[in-house]
C-alpha cells in the first residue's frame, strides 16, 4: 500500500485519509454520551483493495481509544472490520 495519512478533523466529525496529498477516504462519526457512533465510511474507487480503509478505521479507533470513548459500529465496513479484529472489540459500547 502506499503510503497514508490519517487526520482528525473534530469540527466535522470525521476522519480522513490521504494518499500522496490526496483525499483518498473518510470516517464521518457522532460523538455522544462517552460512545463513538461511526455512521459512514467511504474509500475513492481509486484506492479500493488497497488497505487504505483499514488504515483509515485502525487509526481512528486507535484515536477514538485515546480519546477514552467506546465505539458504536453503525456502519457495516466499521462494523465488519472490528469484527475480523478481536484486539479492537473491547472498544466496544
Known sequence: MTDARVSQHAEQSRFEVHVEGRR????DYVDR?????FVH?????????????STLIREALDHTRADGLRVRPTCPFVRAWIEKHPDHQDLLA
Do not use: N
Open 24 to 27: 483518498a477516504g473518510l470516517a
Open 41 to 53: 465510511t467511504e474509500v475513492d474507487d481509486a484506492f479500493e483493495g488497497q488497505g487504505v480503509g
Open 33 to 37: 454520551d462517552g460512545v463513538r457512533d
